[in-house]
């Protein structure tokens, strides 16, 4: 893991919501023809996560989290491995047309991670970001923990892809050293763009209610990003999530969060901002996936996918069951599900 040593974060100043509507109104549908795209790959039985980088061309890097990898030809969950992490190259912006091709290491009788672990520690993907001919990638470092959901997300790794054009297979990867914060901020957990010069990674305070942090990197004009001297911005916007985005609207002129709103039987929800750094509106509720309707389901990982054509806005979400027996015969959950959100001004 990177360097676990203290960091000192600078005192910033952002503005939290103040109660204000969203600029926007969302209204959604869901999208199955574009859900599709999860299906062709018949060892690929699903997973969580979801995030999603343009890596230009009309390529684009999914990245997941747990996920189901069959190890017979009868391509069913009893009959898979759960790895920790997989990713994919989707080709064409438009999921519902598009092609894809998923990942991971190990050979077929015994999938394993794409990412791998180390020791008892696995990696859960954040968000990431091409900048020029490289690829950072935010990845979650994660334990197992007694209680709760079995888990902790303790800490936030970063990786340096220095071929991204190339198939993953033969990705030239590296660590590079972030180190850990005292406020407990899980950096790039959430959402990590370019802006003004700099890196901006959001992140998730795990230790107070899923507040939300903002931290930065400068840009060099040449050479990697010093991710040794993380410049904390403070507080972004309160009741957020471990994953979420935020992103430009350009047509808008707009800053836009998205999220699932709440724990369990959840709702996607968005707010927004005339600034990166705030204030940010509450949260608006815009779609009511149905898997929150079921008992012992959850829905979480709201996502906004903006490089993604098809409609104003293209998001996901993922689903499962606290049961896993459910999980394991019930493949109406755990692939990711598309969303169609159209904006309009209120």
Request: glycine share 8%.
């Amino acid at each position: 893991m990177g360097n676990r040593r203290g960091a000192i974060f600078l005192a910033g100043a952002l503005f939290v919501g103040c109660g204000e509507a969203p600029a926007i109104e969302a209204t959604a549908t869901a999208w199955p023809e574009a859900d599709a795209l999860f299906h062709v790959e018949p060892r690929w039985l699903g997973a969580d996560d979801a995030y999603s980088v343009d890596l230009g061309g009309g390529r684009v890097l999914w990245l997941f989290g747990d996920s189901f990898i069959a190890t017979s030809d009868a391509h069913v969950r009893g009959e898979s491995r759960l790895v920790r992490n997989s990713v994919a190259i989707q080709n064409g912006y438009d999921p519902s047309e598009a092609s894809i091709e998923f990942f991971w290491k190990g050979p077929e009788a015994e999938p394993a991670s794409f990412f791998s672990e180390k020791d008892d520690i696995w990696y859960w993907p954040g968000d990431g970001e091409r900048i020029g001919d490289k690829l950072y990638l935010f990845m979650m470092a994660v334990r197992a923990a007694s209680g709760g959901l079995g888990f902790e997300v303790f800490d936030a790794d970063v990786f340096v892809v220095e071929n991204p054009d190339d198939a993953p297979p033969v990705w030239v990867m590296k660590e590079l050293e972030m180190p850990s914060n005292d406020a407990g901020v899980i950096v790039g957990s959430a959402s990590v763009l370019v802006h003004d010069d700099h890196l901006y990674a959001f992140g998730a305070q795990e230790s107070e209610g899923h507040d939300i942090h903002l931290t930065r990197f400068p840009l060099p004009a040449s050479g990697e990003i010093d991710f040794t001297k993380p410049e904390s911005l403070g507080l972004a916007f309160e009741d957020g999530q471990t994953e979420l985005t935020v992103h430009h609207d350009r047509v808008r002129d707009l800053w836009i969060e998205v999220q699932a709103e709440g724990f369990g039987a959840s709702d996607l929800a968005l707010r927004t901002a005339n600034d990166l750094r705030g204030p940010f509106s509450d949260l608006e509720t815009f779609y009511h996936p149905p898997e929150s309707d079921r008992e012992d389901t959850l829905v979480y990982a709201g996502k906004a996918h903006p490089e993604l054509e098809g409609a104003d806005l293209v998001v996901t979400y993922a689903s499962n069951s606290l049961d896993f027996s459910t999980l394991l015969a019930d493949t109406s959950l755990y692939f990711p599900r598309f969303v169609r959100v159209s904006l309009r001004a209120p």
